[in-house]
């Protein structure tokens, strides 16, 4: 079965599960999107300039069986690069990087403290928007007060808001005032994060896949912790991109459109729900930020 897709304030449409690749090598990257695409049917990857590897998705890009435009693209401007005229240079580096004139979708990666660069680099990605190469542009990590600002700015409005999100943290919050604003919800870390994860002062590493209720439901299923925690994403009309470079989980975490969590399943999950981030608060990262 398809992927279902969704329809962005841009008029585009988004696969709802996609390949994240945080973590993996340039060459790990390459291997994974390329099996992805061509051997598991994603149709939706999502990298960023700060994870190093835009190169690696350029090449499985160019060597995959599928056209480029029936892969939905998604890359992030890095901190270091706000303000009007870096943002407008890091694009083009990552479209070299990338190997292709046009992305899906561009995001900033993280909201910074300085308010006046990252407006500056709000009207960037406007420009960019607006001359096509971007079909459409958003943000990560932003609160509703960072998307306030963007809405008083008046102009476009981001299509998307990339945020930590699992059943530990279901941003609802976030996810209302999005839906008030017709802003697509994402999820990274969907499954709770990397084992390297937990690099927040108050954050702490992945146990989702491990959970004994995720576990428990996984088992009424016959599927897998990732597989359930992937639906309930999925039936939450959140868009999600799952990480993983190899093969077998690849597929797997794509393999989840033909069973649905019941109200049981759903409102055990909803149990799990403790605010514990694996990441950094927003409010609180500065990281790479030019001044
Ligand atoms: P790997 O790439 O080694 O497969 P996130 O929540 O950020 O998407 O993180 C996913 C993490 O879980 C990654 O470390 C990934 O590791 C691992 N992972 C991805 N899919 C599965 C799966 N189906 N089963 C178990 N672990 C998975």
Sequence with gaps: MTTPEITLNSGTTIPQLGLGVWQATNDETERAVRYAIDEAGYRHIDTAAAYGNEEGVGRALASASVPREDVFVTTKLWNADQGYEQA?????????????????????HWPLQNRERLLRTWDALEKIAESGR??????????????????????????????????HLPQNEIREFANEHGIVVES?????G???????????????????????????????????????HLQNGLVVIPKSVHEERISQNIDVFDFELDDLDLSELATL??????????DEMNMGAPD
């Design 88 to 108: 407008l240079q890091a694009f083009d580096a990552s479209m070299k990087k990338l190997g292709t004139d046009y992305v899906d979708l561009y995001l900033i």
């Design 134 to 167: 971007a079909k459409a542009v958003g943000v990560c990590n932003f609160e509703p007060h960072h998307l306030q600002l963007l809405i008083d700015r008046g102009g476009m409005l981001p299509a998307v808001d990339q945020v930590e999100l699992h059943p």
């Design 188 to 192: 990274w870390s969907p499954l709770g």
């Design 194 to 232: 990397t084992s390297n994860s937990g690099w927040g002062p108050n954050s702490k590493p992945n146990t989702l896949l491990v959970d004994p209720i995720v576990t428990r439901i996984a088992d009424r299923h016959s599927k897998s912790p990732a597989q359930v925690l992937i639906r309930w």
């Design 273 to 282: 729900d403790d605010g514990v981030r694996v990441g950094m608060h927003p």
